[in-house]
Structure formats: C-alpha cells, structure tokens
C-alpha cells in the first residue's frame, strides 16, 4: 500500500514561495488505480515526482509499505526506487536500442556495473523479458529498434520496461497524451489489467477526463496544489469538475468519446461483402 499524508511542496522560500503541493492525503491500496486529475499546474506531475523522489518534498510523509520514502538518502534511496516502475508521456526510451534491450534496461537497478555496461542480463531475466513482451503483444517485435515503432507500441514498450523492475507500485505520467483515442483506450486497458493481474498498485496523471471515468478505480482532483475531489468516477459530476476544472461543456466531452467509441467498435466490426 501506498500511503501519502499531509504532502507539501514549496518551491522558493519563506511566506511568498510557491506552493505546488498543500498537504496532500490518501492511500492506493493494493491492486487500485488512481488517476489524478486537474487543470495544468494542478500539481499532479509535482505529486508524481515527489513520490519517486525526483523532487524532494517540503513536508509530509510518503510511506510505500513500511518504508517512508521520504526520509531516504543515498543507498537507500536508490534501492527503493527500485520498488517503483515508471511510465512515461514521450516514453523515454533508448532509440537505437532493440525493444528487448530497452526492456531489459528495467533490471538496471538489479545487476553489476560490468553486466549493465556489456548489457549481458541473467538468463532469467531475458526469459522474463520475453514473457513481458508476450503480455503487452510485442513478442515478435523483440529485435527491431525502438524508433521503428508506433507510439502505441512505444508505450508498450515502456509498461514492459516498468514491469520488468518487479515493482510494488506503479507511476504512470500521461501515458495517452500522444496517443490517438483508440490507442489510448488500448494503453489503458492494458495498464488496468496488468495491475489486477499483479495486484499493483497505481497512480496515473491522466488529462482525459473521460478516459479517467471509463478506466479508474478511483479520481482525485488537485487545484492549486490542493486535493478538492477523492472518489469514484461516479462520484465525479459536473459541479465537481466544474470546481477542479472551471466551466466546461461537460455534455460534449462526453459525447465526443462516446463517438470515438463508438468508432473504435465500427472498426472493428467485418467489412460487408461486396455482391457480383
């Protein structure tokens, strides 16, 4: 589980710095998704960051298992980032690197310097790798570079690459935003059944709001750095979006991704043969 209480961010000091986070609480469970949604400079990247460390909070606590993560240094810390995977909007992966290679670079954390460096990974490892690509529908795509694929299949890459890390708690950063909305949809069905089948834990950063309401278990809202909104996606009215979001035509949105939808299962559907 995943416990986050009375997280703080400031940036800048004294009375006029800038707080991105304002004593953020809640828990992710094992198994839940959680998306965190809000308007930009919301602070859901800044919450994301703060809880792998890649910016240091200002106050609070950050607790996966037993471990408060955010009273770590050094040694310590690297090996508890080893408990987190990673998924990221643009990928990050090594381009010129096979999808196998950029998998096994998941295992980094795992193994000494003269194997990392000579990129000569443990037998069970390129095994694990394999099943991995098995799982997100990549396993004959093992050998060809990473810039020779789509970026749905990047970003499929990048959950393989996660998981890969044999993580206790997933971090997901906008995995759609470059994404077409049937890819999309694709992307986050696949994250939401690798963490039931897994039992993990995750908290996607998700700018789609009717994504968020078709795939989460559970939504937070942040405003202004400040948690308005803890609770299922039919919790989440349009008063309630109206107040993290401001005014929008909420009606539309929603029938924007009902027609993508819908034309995602058109297209799916067998052509009608052609008579004469």
Known sequence: MLTIDHLSKTYGAGA?????????TFQVPRGQVLGLIGP?????????????????????????????????????????RRRIGMIFQEYA????????ENVLSG???????????TRRFPGRDIENAYRLLDRVGL??????????????????VGIARALAQEPELLLVDEPTASLDPRTSR?????????CAERNLPAIVNIH?????????????????????????PLDLDEATLT??????????????????????????????????
């Open 16 to 24: 006029s710095g800038d707080k991105a986070l304002h004593e953020v």
């Open 186 to 194: 694709q992307i986050m069905r696949l994250i939401t059944e690798i």
């Open 93 to 100: 992966l090594v381009e010129r690197l096979t999808v196998m």
């Open 208 to 232: 789609d709001v009717p994504l968020a309401k078709q795939f989460m278990h559970r939504i937070v809202g942040l405003h202004g750095g400040a948690m308005v909104f803890d609770g299922t």
């Open 139 to 156: 396993f004959d795509h093992a050998d060809k570079r990473a810039d020779a694929l789509s970026g749905g299949q990047r970003q499929r």
């Open 107 to 117: 295992r980094l954390g795992y193994v000494p310097f003269w194997r990392s460096f």
């Open 243 to 276: 107040e993290i979001y401001g005014a929008e035509d909420w009606t539309l949105m929603r029938q924007e991704h009902a027609d993508d939808q819908a034309a995602e299962r058109d297209s799916q559907w067998p052509l009608p043969e052609v008579a004469g």
């Open 40 to 80: 930009s400079g919301a602070g859901k990247s800044t919450l994301i960051r703060c809880i792998n460390r890649l910016v240091e909070p200002s106050a609070g606590v950050i607790r996966l298992g037993e471990t408060n993560l955010a009273g770590l240094r050094g040694r310590d810390l690297r090996r508890a």
